[in-house]
C-alpha cells in the first residue's frame, strides 16, 4: 500500500485528449477556465495559476517586495521549498519554533524574531491544520508586514469557517500529485489584493505586459513589453484540464479523507504508545497528513524501527519533514544546530505519516490500523 496514490479519473483523461488535440496544450483557455473556477471555489477576488506551489512562493515574495537583506519569518517544520524562494531572493530565513499542538509556527514567539528588515511572514498551514490567521494578521498589522500563506497542504482547510486562501494578503497552493487536488505538478496563487494580483500575473510569465498568453491566438498581438524581471511560473492547459475537474469532486474527496482520519483517530486514540493528531476549535482541517507521534520511550523499538516495521507489512509512510536548519545546506551556511528549535525536533525525532487519500478502501484503513495495534503491542515495553 503506497503513502499516496492519486485519483485521477476518466473525466479528466478525457479533458486531457480534448486538450491534445486542440490548438492550447500551454496556458490557454482551459488554464483560465481553471483560475475562475478556483477563485469562485475560494471566494476571493484574484486566481492566478502557477506551475508549482514554490513558484508561486517566489512570485508573491516578489511581487511584495522581498529583496537582498530583508528578513522573513517562518516555520522550520516545512517543505525546503518554503526557505529557498526567500533565499533565491537574497533575503534571509528567520525561524520560529512550533506548536505542540498544531505543529504549526508558535505566534507567541513571533514577535521577539521581529526586527527592522523583517519584511513578511510565511504561515505554514501544516499537514492541513490552518494557524491562528486572526493572531498573526494581527502581528504583520502592528508590524506592517505582508503574510503570505504556505497552503501547500490546506486547499479545503478553514479558519473560523472561512476558507484558507482568503484570509491573508496572498495565499499559495500546491496541486503536485500527492495533494489533495492534483494536477501532477502545478500551483495557485489567491489574493484579494487587485494591485498585487496584477503583478504577480505578470510577474509569473516573464514580466510579460498583461493578456501575454493570448499573443499567439486571434484575439493577442505579436507585440509585447517586458515590464518587469520575472519568472517562468505558467501553468499549462494540460494540467489545468486535470485541476478542472479535481475541483469538481473536491468536496467527495475531502468526505473521503476525513473519514480516514477520522476512523484513525477513534482507533489510536486509547494507545498511550501513539498521540493522534489535535485539531483546534478555529479550524477545519484538510487532512492532507495524518501525522501521528511515536512515544518511543513507551516502546522498545525507535520510530525509524517502526517505519520500518511497517514497511515489512507493505504499507508505505513518510516523515513531514526533516526540519531544515537540519539539513547539511542550512547547517554549514547559516550555522544551526541540533537544539535551536527543539519542539520542531521533538516532533520529527516522533513523527510519522500515515496513508490517507480518497480511494483508500474501508479495509485498507482497517489492515493499516491493524498493523500498528500489532506492532505497537509487541513492542510495548
Known amino acids: ?68 537583506g530583508d528578513e522573513v519569518i517562518t516555520s522550520p517544520l516545512t517543505f525546503v521549498a518554503t526557505v529557498e524562494v526567500i533565499i533565491h531572493l537574497k533575503a534571509t530565513p528567520i525561524f520560529v519554533d512550533i506548536e505542540k499542538n498544531t505543529f504549526n509556527i508558535d505566534i507567541n514567539k513571533i514577535e521577539e524574531k521581529i526586527s527592522k528588515k523583517t519584511k513578511a511572514i510565511i504561515p505554514v498551514h501544516y499537514g492541513g491544520h490552518p494557524c491562528d490567521m486572526d493572531r498573526i494578521m494581527q502581528i504583520a498589522s502592528d508590524n506592517d508586514l505582508i503574510v503570505i500563506e504556505d497552503a501547500a497542504h490546506a486547499i479545503g482547510s478553514k479558519y473560523k469557517q472561512n476558507l484558507v486562501g482568503n484570509i491573508g494578503d496572498v495565499t499559495c497552493f500546491s496541486f503536485y500529485a500527492t495533494k489533495n487536488l492534483a494536477t501532477a505538478e502545478g500551483g495557485m496563487i489567491t489574493t484579494n489584493n487587485t494591485e498585487l494580483a496584477e503583478k504577480m500575473r505578470i510577474l509569473s510569465l516573464h514580466g510579460i505586459s498583461k493578456d501575454a498568453w493570448k499573443r499567439y491566438s486571434s484575439e493577442g498581438s505579436w507585440y509585447y513589453e517586458i515590464q518587469d524581471l520575472g519568472y517562468k511560473a505558467n501553468m499549462s492547459d494540460i494540467e489545468a484540464s486535470i ?43 484538510a487532512w492532507h497528513l495524518y501525522p501521528i507521534l511515536i512515544n518511543t520511550k513507551l516502546l522498545n523499538i525507535s520510530r525509524n524501527e517502526f517505519i520500518e516495521a511497517l514497511k515489512t507489512e507493505n504499507i508505505g509512510t513518510s516523515v513531514h519533514f526533516i526540519p531544515i536548519h537540519l539539513h547539511p545546506y542550512y547547517l554549514n551556511n547559516y550555522g544551526f544546530k541540533r537544539g535551536d528549535f527543539p519542539v520542531t525536533e521533538s516532533v520529527y525525532d516522533m513523527e510519522i505519516s500515515l496513508p490517507i487519500y480518497p480511494r483508500m478502501s474501508d479495509e485498507d484503513v482497517r489492515y493499516v490500523i491493524n498493523v500498528i495495534q500489532k506492532i505497537t503491542h509487541l513492542h510495548r515495553k
Open 1 to 68: 500500500m503506497p503513502f499516496s496514490r492519486h485519483s485521477i479519473g476518466k473525466e479528466e483523461i478525457n479533458e486531457v485528449v480534448d486538450s491534445l488535440k486542440s490548438d492550447w496544450i500551454t496556458t490557454g483557455p482551459k488554464t483560465k477556465e481553471f483560475e475562475k473556477n478556483f477563485k469562485n471555489f475560494i471566494g476571493c477576488n484574484h486566481a492566478i495559476a502557477v506551475n508549482s506551489c514554490t513558484a508561486a512562493l517566489q512570485v508573491a515574495l516578489a511581487a511584495a517586495g522581498i529583496k537582498e
Open 243 to 285: 485541476g478542472i475537474h479535481q475541483l469538481k469532486k473536491f468536496d467527495l474527496m475531502q468526505k473521503r479523507r476525513k473519514e480516514i482520519a477520522m476512523a484513525y483517530t477513534k482507533s489510536f486514540k486509547d494507545i498511550k504508545e501513539i498521540k493522534t493528531p489535535n485539531v483546534e476549535s478555529y479550524a477545519e482541517h
